[in-house]
Every structure is written in C-alpha cells, then in structure tokens.
C-alpha cells in the first residue's frame, strides 16, 4: 500500500511543543498517529521574496511523518490567505456575505497559488500514493494537480461549513470553484446539512454523482486528550488556578479570537446572566482563553477592539474589589493546560454563530471526571450540536437563553448532569480522529474500485 499524503495550508511545526491553535493541524495530527506512513505537504508559515521560478520544498521527517513545505512571497500571503481564504471564503462559508470583501485580482492570487502547490508536490508523488486535500485555501489543487497528469486517487475534506446555493452564487468565482472540485474522487464535509449544500452546488454545476459528496464528521483522540486532562489536573497551572477561584465554579471558553466563535454575544449572555441571576455575582468566573488569530485581516483587529471594550464594560460595571467577573487571556495556551482547566471547570462555554465541528466542545467532554462531570452549553449552530444533542443546546444569538443555560448549568445536580455527559461521552468516543480518517480513505478507496470495475 502507498503513502497517505496530506496538503494543508496550515502545517504543524513537528519541532513545536505548543502547536498553534486550530481544529484542521490537531484533529489530522491525531488522525495520522496510526497510518504506517505520510508525507504531509503546505505551507510553511513563513513568508520569503521569490528568487524567481517555484520555490524548493524544504523537508522534515518525525517518525513516520514527512513534512514538506514551502514558503509564501508576501504577495501571495496577501492575495491567496489574508483575502481570498479569509477574506472572501472564510466568511462565505460561515454565512457572513457582508463580511465578503471580494477582489478578482486575490482570485487570480489564490488560483496561481494552488498551481505552484501542485507543481512543487507533484515530483515528490509516488505511484502508490493517495491524496488527501484539505479545506477551503485549496479548492482547486485537485484540479491543478490533474492537469499535470497525476492520476492518483484525491480525496478532498472542507473542515468549515459549507453554505447553500442561494449564498455560495454570490461568488463570482463560483462556478469556477464547483468546476475544479469536481476532479476529487470524493469531497467529505462535517455534517449532513453541509453535504446537501455541497451537493446543491455541484449539481448546478453539472456533477450528477451524489455518492462523492459525504458527510464525515471530524473528531478528537479522546484517550489521550483525558489522560492529558487528568495529568494536568494536578499540576501546577491548574493548581493555581484552582487556588484562586476559592472554591467557586468556573465556565470556560476557548476560542480562536475569530467573528464566527461569537464571542461578543457570547460576553453578553454571560452579562444577562449577572443581570437575570444576581446570586451568581462574586461566586462565579468566566475565563475566556482566546488566541489572536489571522491579526492582519482587518476584521480580526476589528473584533478584537470590540471584544476588549465589552470586556471592559462589563467587568467594570459588574467587578468588585475582591471579584473580577471575566479573566480573559488573548495568548495560547498549551494544549494540555488548557486540558486540566476543562476538567476544572464547571461550565463549558461553546457557542460559535457557525462552526464546521467545533473540536473544543468534545474536548471539553473528553477532559471530564465521570464521577463529577461539568456542564456544556452549546450553539445549536456548531457541526458538533447534531452529535452532541445532550448538551444545553442554545441559540448563540439569544443573550437570555445563553444566560438561562449558564444558570441551569450552574446549579444542575450531580446526577443530572453525570446523565448527559454520560450521553455525550459515547458520542465523542464513537467518532474519533481515527474513525474519521478511516471512514473518509475506506470510502476513497472504494471510489477508486468502483471506477476500475
Ligand atoms: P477552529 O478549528 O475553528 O479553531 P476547533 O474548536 O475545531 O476550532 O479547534 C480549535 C483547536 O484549537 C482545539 O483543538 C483547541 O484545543 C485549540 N485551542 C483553542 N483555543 C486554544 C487556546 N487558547 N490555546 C491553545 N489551543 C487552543
Ligand atoms: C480553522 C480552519 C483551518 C485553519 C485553522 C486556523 O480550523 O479550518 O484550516 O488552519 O482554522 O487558522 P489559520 O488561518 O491560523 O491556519
């Protein structure tokens, strides 16, 4: 059998303890902890002047892994991520049409950055190999890679949302897009609405085969995200934590400082809550842990500006000399700290506008003593609410069904809430980072049968 190869943009550095966050480079690095061996092929989040002609992939192997990955020319950096990935599709695809700043010119940057990728990727292909294309940066890399000859079997997975039809046309680009795409073997997405939008598309664009279009939902290593749980659980960042909180609850939110978390709404829920249910002034802590994200789209700075006003509003109305209702940290945190906060906390805070998966809401499930479990609250909106049904499902865009969420979820008893979790445990525990690798290559390699038969 031959190699799995993985094309991301984004590449986790093998080097880096701490590993940036993002549910694409953590849910595959846990996925590829059991395939025998793969190269897998990006950016290398470094920006470099081109000294003219392609730029060379430098190459890194860590235990079966091979990494390969090239810089981007600022030019590039701009038109083909900063614009058209996060400019244009990224809020496309999370249902945020005025947030679309669209420019023919980033278009042209996007596509003649997907043809430099397939160039630099196609001589370190082997026969034997199958692709795996991932997210929305690289729509038309199957495509370029065809045109180059490659043969090989190329399976493509969208770890965002897909919108309908009657959004995704106001694309100018669109039919463009559906066209390339139609070169994957098989297109996964995280849920059954997506793939039906997906599908919507394609088929306005000619493609009459509804069997390429599926739906896979992403998940987490559960094992060891518990057992990375229960050993921070007793060291020392926890323990400071825990120490300060004076024995009284804790809701935790961990979020990329991105629009589509629906953080601002999410501020002013837990604001309703202090309004609607003053019993909880002085005996609860919110601690909102959101890593700067994308800082150069004007959006993110944006939100950010506003995040820290509203933070700053509340805290300042609500705050005592001895409580400090939000504690809000805009750096990472590594990922197995932030496992032993979800344990320690009460709450679990996760309510995205739009979310492909959301792997903090299993994570947080994951992370959970089953003799004493937390609460998550929930956007009805996130990819994983289908799966995860037993949680406090909310609409994030409802200030008082957030804050009567935190407050049930606040004073729910033990019992009550061992009973979801229980529920919820099965569910993260049945789709892992594994199942979902497994079950997408099964069915591209069944794609490929299919057409030799
Ligand atoms: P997205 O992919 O949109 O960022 P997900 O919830 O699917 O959203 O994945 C986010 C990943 O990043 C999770 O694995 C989470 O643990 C990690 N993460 C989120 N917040 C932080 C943080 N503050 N520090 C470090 N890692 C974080
Ligand atoms: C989401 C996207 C990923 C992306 C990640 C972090 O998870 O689906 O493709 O890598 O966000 O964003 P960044 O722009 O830093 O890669």
Redesign the pocket.
Known sequence: MGRLVIVSNRVPDPRER???????A??LADALRTEPSSLWFGWSGHQAESRGGDPAPSLDTHGKVTYATVPLTPAQHRGYYQKFSNGILWPLCHYRLGLMDYGRADWHQYLDVNRMFARVLKPLLKPGDVIWVHDYHLFPLGQALRELGVTNPIGFFL??PFPPWSLFRALPCAADILRDMQAYDVMGVQTEEDAQNLWECLHVEGMNDPSRVVACPIG?DPVSFGEDAREAFGGPEVRRLRESLHDEPLIIG???L?Y??GLEERFLGYERLLIRYPEHHRHVTYLQ???V?RGEVEEYRLLRRQLDETIGRINGAFAEYDWTPIRY?T?????QT?AGFYRLADVGLVTPLR???????K?YVAAQDPEDPGALVLSHLAGAAPELSEALLVNPHDADEIADALHLALTMKREDRKKRWDALNVEVRNTTAGTWARDFLAMLYKSQKTESA
């Open positions: 701490n590993q940036p966050a993002g549910g694409l953590i849910g770890h965002i987490i961990a979020d990329r991105d589509s978390k842990v959101a890593p994200s940290l750096r990472p945190v590594p990922r932030l979310d492909g998966m959301n792997l903090v809401a994570e």
